[in-house]
């Protein structure tokens, strides 16, 4: 069964952007969650397969939605909670 990041041949979604982008990070949050994502599978929290199924579980209109790093923020969010790391919930309202 096909997730949602697996739309290769599907019509519908536009031309994909093939421009380079020099910026690796528009804004300094984006940076901070590479940060947060290495720190946390060096402390074996949670590995990449973890981290890729938890991006591509994501609901079909929140992924779309998200930005590239939104959706890793969102996974690592999912992951902290499903490894009992945080309260779920816990991180709702804390967006400043």
């Known amino acids: 069964m096909a997730r ?3 739309v290769g041949g599907t ?3 536009g031309a994909v952007d093939i421009t380079d982008d020099a910026e ?3 804004a300094d949050w984006e940076a901070r969650v590479v940060g947060l ?3 946390l599978r060096a402390q074996g929290i ?3 397969n973890e981290f890729r199924d938890a991006i591509e579980s994501m609901p079909p209109r929140e992924y779309l939605a ?3 790093y939104e959706r890793w923020f969102e996974a ?3 992951l902290l909670e499903r490894k009992g790391v945080i309260e779920p919930g816990e991180l709702e309202g ?3």
């Open 37 to 39: 994502l290495g720190a």
């Open 66 to 68: 998200a930005s590239y």
């Open 94 to 96: 804390l967006d400043g």
């Open 4 to 6: 949602i990041n697996d």
């Open 46 to 48: 949670f590995n990449t």
């Open 76 to 78: 690592i969010c999912t």
């Open 11 to 13: 019509e519908g979604f």
């Open 24 to 26: 690796p990070f528009h």
